[in-house]
């Protein structure tokens, strides 16, 4: 049943509005707090001020602010190792061909390359534009889901960004964090609708639009990348937001607990089907890519 169907949990006499985004009951105007993506119950609100105060040294953007770090201090590490500290559009260096994305290597079973090329940029305003945006959009995710999920839904993101770009370019030394990053958007759009927000108010939507042109106009922009990031991030966030309305799961969800982690494991099995379809055919098939 969907939010609109149900009655307020607190109050039976009231038809639910929207879903509470952290325990998934129906909940009416009255009882909806808002937060940083959707709505909360009050119990919710005040389970998680609980949580704050007891865990008041913890930061509320751990892994938000953990990936920013590791890109930064990646690209510091490259640029001093290699001696290139270019602004933009750095040449491929050694690290690139050792760590970057690239079909050839990867159908010779160098499968980490899908993750470590996402810690890997061209120059310091490809490295900066990345962490300024995931920044951005974590500080908007991540309260609203909690840091494991926000490194679920990154994580899935960047295989998929991954996928994409070996489906478009497997033989180009890709590297950057935008396919994760594009994720997170496409997530947020996602989140966004679930909750009601209407798309105009944050303005991602048209980041998405200007950005994918941009990807099609600007040499050297893996639009695989970027589209498969996307595609995978908002079908993720997709399954985390709309599988509690499924008809049925929500009632057996809150009965067996055993049920409750399945859209997190969904998102999980997304990523490993980009993995495997990125290993064992977009790798396979460089010599023969989609465009």
């Known amino acids: 049943m969907s939010s609109r169907d149900a009655s307020c949990y607190r109050h039976q006499d009231t038809w639910a509005g929207v879903l509470c985004q952290r325990c998934n009951r129906p ?7 808002q937060a940083p993506v959707g709505f909360q119950c009050p119990e919710c609100v005040a389970e998680g001020r609980k949580r704050t105060r007891e865990w ?7 892994v938000t602010n953990a990936l920013a ?3 930064a201090i990646v690209w510091v590490v490259v640029s001093l190792y290699t001696g290139s500290l270019s602004l933009w559009g750095g040449g491929v260096s050694e690290v690139h061909r050792d760590f970057a994305l690239h079909g050839a290597f990867v159908y010779d079973g160098e499968w980490w390359r899908l993750v470590t090329s996402a810690f890997l940029h061209y120059g310091l305003l490809h490295m900066g534009m990345n962490v300024l945006i995931l920044v951005l959009l974590g500080r908007m995710l991540e309260p609203a889901i909690g ?4 490194l679920l839904l990154y994580g899935v993101s960047l295989t998929g960004g991954a996928l994409g770009a070996l489906m478009v370019e497997p033989n ?3 590297a950057g964090a935008s396919g994760a990053v594009f994720g997170l958007a496409g997530a947020v759009v996602i989140a966004e609708r679930a909750s009601g927000r209407r798309w105009q108010d944050s303005g991602i939507l048209a980041f998405l639009v200007i950005n994918i042109v941009f990807s099609l106009l600007i040499p050297r922009v893996s639009i695989g990348g970027h589209l498969g990031g996307m595609f995978v991030g908002a079908l993720a966030a997709l399954i985390l937001w ?3 309305n499924w008809t049925g799961f929500i009632s057996a969800a ?3 607990k055993l049920l409750r982690p399945l859209p997190e494991l969904s998102v999980l099995a997304l990523g490993v089907l980009c993995v495997y379809l990125a290993l064992d055919w977009a790798a396979p098939r460089r010599y023969d890519p989609i465009f």
């Not at 840091?147 to 926000?150: A, G, I, L, N, V």
């Open 69 to 71: 770090i590791a890109n």
């Open 27 to 33: 909940i009416c105007t009255q009882c909806m707090v």
């Open 254 to 256: 809150t009965r067996i």
């Open 147 to 150: 840091w494991w999920r926000m």
């Open 172 to 174: 180009a030394y890709t």
């Open 56 to 62: 008041s040294t913890a930061s509320p953007y751990r």
């Open 242 to 244: 709309s599988f509690p």
